[in-house]
C-alpha cells in the first residue's frame, strides 16, 4: 500500500525498526534538521485505543506520533518524500498549515492553521506566508487551531505593510 492509496493519509510511508527489532510501517509527517546536524522523522503509527460508544467499551484506531532517527527507517518502493514538510531547528515560522491525521469515525476539519509557535500542532505541518495561511483558513475543511487562535494576528499581519 501507498500513501497514495491511503485516503485519509497525509504522508509517505516508512518502514521504522524499533528498539526490540519490530518493524512497523509509519507515516513521514515531517523531517527536522537539529543543531547538531542530524535528522530525525516524525512519524505516525496507527494503534489502538479503548472508548466507551454508548456503553459499549469498543477499540479505537488511536494515532501516535514519535520522533525517529533515519538509522531506523528504511524508505519504502514507491513512496515519494520530496513532499515531506522540513524545518530546522531554532527557526519558528509565523505561521503553519496542519494537515491532521484523520481517524475514521473522527470528527472536525482536516486542516487547522496555527501560528508558527504553537506547541499544539499534531499531524503534518507546512510553513507559510500570511496570504497562504489566510487562503487555507477560508477552505471548508480548515479551522483555526482553538489554542493559540491565530485568525486576528493573521489578520493584522495582512494589513501591515510588510507581511513576511
Not at 493519509?9 to 509527517?29: I, S
Not at 492553521?113 to 500542532?121: A, E, F, K, M, P
Not at 507546512?126 to 496570504?131: A, G, K, L
Request: net charge negative; glycine share 8%.
Amino acid at each position: 500500500m501507498t500513501s497514495a492509496d491511503d485516503k485519509d493519509g497525509v504522508g509517505p510511508w516508512v518502514t521504522v525498526r524499533l528498539p526490540d527489532g519490530q518493524d512497523l510501517r509509519a507515516m513521514v509527517l515531517q523531517r527536522r534538521l537539529e543543531h547538531d546536524g542530524s535528522w530525525w522523522y516524525e512519524v505516525v503509527i496507527t494503534l489502538l485505543e479503548r472508548d466507551n460508544v454508548h456503553g459499549v467499551m469498543k477499540a479505537v484506531p488511536a494515532p501516535v506520533s514519535f520522533w525517529a532517527p533515519p538509522a531506523a527507517c528504511t524508505p519504502v518502493e514507491g513512496e515519494d518524500y520530496s513532499l515531506v514538510p522540513t524545518t530546522r531547528a531554532g527557526h519558528a515560522a509565523r505561521w503553519l498549515v496542519e494537515r491532521r491525521v484523520q481517524v475514521p469515525g473522527q470528527e472536525g476539519p482536516l486542516l487547522l492553521v496555527h501560528r508558527g509557535d504553537c506547541g499544539s500542532v499534531r499531524g503534518s505541518r507546512e510553513e507559510v506566508d500570511p496570504q497562504r495561511a489566510w487562503q487555507v483558513l477560508q477552505r471548508p475543511d480548515a479551522a483555526q487551531c482553538a489554542v493559540c487562535r491565530p485568525e486576528r494576528a493573521l489578520i493584522a499581519a495582512l494589513q501591515s505593510p510588510r507581511s513576511p
